[in-house]
């Protein structure tokens, strides 16, 4: 089993729609989440830190359920600038802020 | 602030050759990193370095090596290439210190690699 797993989509939206989408992950001491955006052939971008309580910036909500070990990514009113690949990322609490990536979510809004 | 930069950004080599990759931070961060890319796979950890002088193994660190002789800059060394080493090569920094707050990483532009 992957430690970050995350369904690879393609999420095929409608522009305005709303899309969510998870990440599970295996390890329950896992310390701090977060969501990053990567377009095509260009590097990863923090797109948001996922917080215990849920944090919305935007368009943007994000949701962390500990119990059931998934974090999740709800965008609003989808634009057709939000296509790309969303990266589920998790620090487990190894040393030097290691991070853990999921295989990343293909979203693909059309007009 | 040019934040995370990588030469080259693109390079062909032939099998058994060797070359060098550069990345440079001007964040001051403590920690670096050095990712591959590859379609299906994710990011994976090559090496880090969690301060000037020192460098460790992350999850595919055979057939590369690293140094982090200045605070800024941290090296990835491929000695001599294999094609199973063809991907997308990234750079990343980031504080260090305690996890009391979320440690995001900061990454570079990429580099292409092709082994022939």
């Known amino acids: 089993r992957k430690e970050v797993e995350q369904d690879p989509g393609p999420f095929n939206v409608p522009e305005g729609a709303t899309v969510a989408f998870n990440c599970t992950y295996s390890n329950s001491a896992s310390q701090s989440f977060f969501w990053y955006r990567q377009d095509c052939r260009k590097e990863p971008k923090l797109l948001m830190s996922?917080?215990?309580s849920g944090n919305e910036d935007g368009r943007f909500t994000a949701q962390l359920n500990r119990a059931s070990q998934y974090i999740s990514l709800l965008i609003r009113d989808s634009k057709l600038s939000d296509s790309a690949t969303y990266l589920c990322?998790?620090?487990?609490?190894?040393?030097?802020?290691?991070?853990?990536f999921g295989g990343g979510t293909r979203v693909l809004v059309k007009p | 602030n040019a934040g995370v930069t990588q030469t080259p950004k693109f390079r062909v080599l032939k099998t058994g050759q060797s070359m060098t990759l550069l990345c440079a931070q001007d964040?001051?961060?403590?920690?670096m990193y050095w990712y591959r890319q590859d379609p299906g796979m994710g990011l994976r950890l090559i090496h880090y370095?969690?301060?000037?002088?020192?460098?460790a193994k992350g999850e595919v660190p055979d057939g590369y090596n690293v140094s982090r002789l200045k605070k800024q800059n941290f090296l990835l060394g491929l000695e001599s290439a294999a094609p199973s080493q063809t991907s997308v090569y990234f750079c990343a920094s980031s504080y260090g210190g305690t996890l009391a707050s979320p440690l995001s990483q900061y990454f570079g532009p990429g580099t292409r690699l092709l082994v022939l």
């Open positions: 370095s969690v301060g000037e002088g020192t460098t």
């Open positions: 964040m001051n961060h403590e920690y």
């Open positions: 990322v998790v620090n487990m609490g190894a040393a030097g802020n290691k991070l853990t």
């Open positions: 996922v917080y215990s």
